[in-house]
């Protein structure tokens, strides 16, 4: 179940909360409808009940607020809008790449794919689904970790009338088998049919919580909202006169003074109550339609107009059956008539006929409350009730401390959580880049790319070998294989916030180290294939193009290749680092031209430029420090890295990863502390 305590968003400049303090509860086996008209803060409370937002207020998910929950997506599903995913993307491979995240089996994708019922749909695009099978596909995602509890915003919206009534069955499924459904609608019908409790919002507020039958009863129906404090009398007088004149007219005592008559006008009532000496205090038609000025009241008299209540209908909120629901304010009720003004009241009828004629009859409990208040405010025998003594009236400032000391302490505010990270980042990360053929093309483009220019440098001639495999001229800053790694390296992140699929309820990315670590090693495969294709693929091309000659490997392939994979690789972490802090694909590939364009002169200049003292010989004192005779070699191969590194573009690219690593753990840690 759910129980939301005292949500209210902070204020934006001087503008009132989109949601202040609203309570309600959600039982398990029921769907739960937030009703309200556009801009009524339904979207505001799910977020704050989410901990997507900043507010105060606390949610419980089962006793639970979220971020006690290990594992989120297995106890709350979330739908917020549109299924984010990439549009290439398949919907298949959406649900199997979200498994990975959940940490749930595959066959769970096409299991919810056979009860949303788009199994014949499973390999089409996510961009070319219709907007019921959108709907549909959010549905599966929702469903794909087998929550208890569904949190969905306006579901229904933009859908048929056939696409919604089996959303609608869907939800009653899920909450047949004890799960718990809260959902959202700005139609009054839709909730009425739809959900076992409509809780309505107006302006940020709770203006009600009723069951469904009460909610379709009182909100759906036009009314004569009436105030006496004869009310008892006044509601059998009525009755009896809708019995007489054989009319369908349902009068409801809503508590205290206060009266809600159906299928009666203002004028009828108010003659009624003139004839029998009745006293008014506000006689006015309401309407519960929930649309443009819903809730203000037509006051049949100027007296009468002071007397409402600000323009909102006063609904009575229905108690929970559970014993810790909150409670929502009920509408004040006028004073009691003082009896001196009145000396003479009028006798009551003794006679108690049904109250509803051609309507449902109401319930034994409401019957019962309105002839105990009858025979509260008006013995059986037909004498008039004795005056009670004036209660003696207590000092002002007594009062005022007193509700001082009642009122509740703030709730507590509300964090925005970060996001959870994917169970199994490696798997997600590998169905994530294989998913979608932007990989595939960027590393055709390359290829080609890289083989033509290096037939057009063969020909052109003044390039040295090493740099004719690479495809990489002295005017590019870099060659055609490190560019294509860095755009890969970039996308990796890139595509999370573009079409943030793992956290598509936060729109963000979590930033934990398990996930950056499946993408740095994911981006280092891809780049280093990518590095020995390019070789590969230049070779042939020399080789068909003008012969063995220029296709020859080498004497010193070894370092040489070492520093190609090196470069290759480093640039595609390059990538995947800067988008994952400046979270964009086009900020991760200008972090990674910035390398030779800016960071190596910058680097260049620092170690070649004028000083009173050099480091001269520092490589050879290195060596002699760091590099001792280590077992099989391995001194070796310490010093052709460290041979790597010392160049131009091999220190600068080092000094580049190593600014973004830090600029991302820091980003991450800021994030968990906050």
């Known amino acids: 179940m759910i129980q ?11 503008l009132p909360p989109a949601a202040d303090d609203v309570s309600f509860e959600a039982r398990a086996g029921r769907i739960t409808a937030l009703l309200g008209a556009s801009g009524a803060g339904k979207t505001t409370v799910l977020r704050l009940m989410l901990e997507l937002q900043q507010g105060r207020g606390i949610t419980h998910f089962r006793g639970r607020p979220l971020h006690r929950i290990a594992h989120p997506s297995r106890e709350v599903g979330v739908l917020l809008g549109d299924v984010p995913g990439h549009p290439a993307r398949t919907v298949r491979g959406h649900l199997r790449m979200l498994c990975a995240a959940a940490g749930v089996p595959v066959r769970r994708a096409d299991e919810v794919l056979e009860a949303v019922g788009l199994v014949s749909l499973r390999e089409e695009r996510l961009g070319t689904l219709s907007r019921g099978m959108d709907r549909r596909l959010g549905l599966a995602c929702v469903l794909l970790a087998d929550p208890h509890t569904l949190v969905l915003d306006d579901p229904a919206d933009g859908l048929s009338t056939r696409e919604g009534a089996w959303l609608h069955g869907m939800l009653r499924a899920h909450a047949a088998q ?97 004839r029998h000496g009745i006293v008014v205090h506000q006689l006015a038609d309401e309407v519960g339609d929930m649309g443009p000025g819903a809730g203000r009241a037509r006051v049949s008299g100027p007296e009468d107009r002071d007397r409402v209540d600000a323009g909102r209908i006063p609904v009575t909120r229905e108690p929970s059956p559970s014993s810790g629901a909150p409670t929502a304010p009920t509408a004040e009720p006028c004073p009691p008539l003082d009896p001196e003004a009145h000396p003479d009241p009028p006798k009551p009828v003794t006679d108690t006929p049904s109250l509803s004629f051609g309507q449902p009859q109401l319930p034994d409990a409401e019957r019962d409350e309105l002839l105990d208040a009858s025979s509260a405010g008006h013995p059986r025998d037909g004498s008039p009730a004795a005056p009670s003594q004036p209660r003696p009236q207590r000092p002002v400032h007594a009062r005022t401390d007193r509700t001082l000391d009642a009122l509740p302490p703030l709730p507590p505010p509300i964090s925005v959580r970060p996001a959870p990270s994917p169970l199994r980042p490696l798997r997600y990360e590998i169905r994530r880049a294989a998913g979608v053929s932007t990989g595939l093309l960027t590393g055709a483009v390359t290829l080609a790319v890289s083989a033509v220019i290096a037939v057009v440098l063969a020909r052109i001639g003044h390039t040295s070998q090493p740099r004719l495999l690479a495809a990489w001229p002295h005017e590019l800053p870099l060659p055609p294989a490190a560019l294509g790694a860095g755009l890969l390296g970039a996308l990796a992140f890139g595509d999370e916030f573009r079409h943030p699929a793992l956290a598509a309820d936060r729109g963000t990315v979590p930033r934990r180290l398990g996930l950056l670590a499946a ?59 800067a988008a994952g802090v400046f979270r964009s694909t086009t900020a991760g590939l200008a972090a990674v031209g910035a390398v030779p364009l800016l960071v190596v002169p910058v680097v260049h200049k620092l170690v070649n430029g004028p000083s009173v003292r050099t480091a001269a010989g520092l490589p050879a004192r290195l060596r002699e420090a760091l590099l001792p005779r280590w077992p099989f070699g391995g001194e070796h191969y310490l010093e052709a890295a460290l041979k790597v590194i010392s160049q131009p573009v091999g220190g600068a690219l080092t000094l580049s990863l190593t600014a973004l690593l830090c600029a991302y753990l820091l980003t991450t840690l800021r994030s968990r502390f906050r």
């Open 4 to 14: 939301a305590f005292g949500l209210t968003s902070n204020p934006r400049k001087e």
């Open 178 to 274: 004890g799960g718990t459904v809260l959902f959202t609608t700005s139609e009054p019908k839709e909730a009425a049919r739809t959900a076992d409790r409509v809780v309505t919002l107006e302006q940020g507020r709770l203006v009600a919580d009723q069951e469904a039958a009460e909610f379709s009863r009182t909100r759906l129906r036009p009314r004569v909202a009436v105030r006496s404090p004869h009310a008892a009398r006044l509601a059998v007088l009525l009755a009896k006169q809708a019995r007489t004149s054989q009319l369908s007219v349902e009068v409801v005592h809503e508590g205290g003074n206060r009266l809600s008559v159906y299928g009666g006008t203002c004028a009828d009532i108010g003659e009624i109550a003139f």
């Open 519 to 577: 993408k740095l090693l994911v981006s280092s495969a891809t780049a280093l294939v990518l590095a020995v294709l390019t070789v590969g693929c230049d070779a042939e091309a020399l080789y068909l193009v003008y012969g063995r000659e220029l296709a020859q490997v080498p004497a010193d392939w070894l370092p040489l290749g070492a520093s190609w994979i090196g470069l290759v690789v480093g640039c595609a972490w390059a990538g995947v680092l």
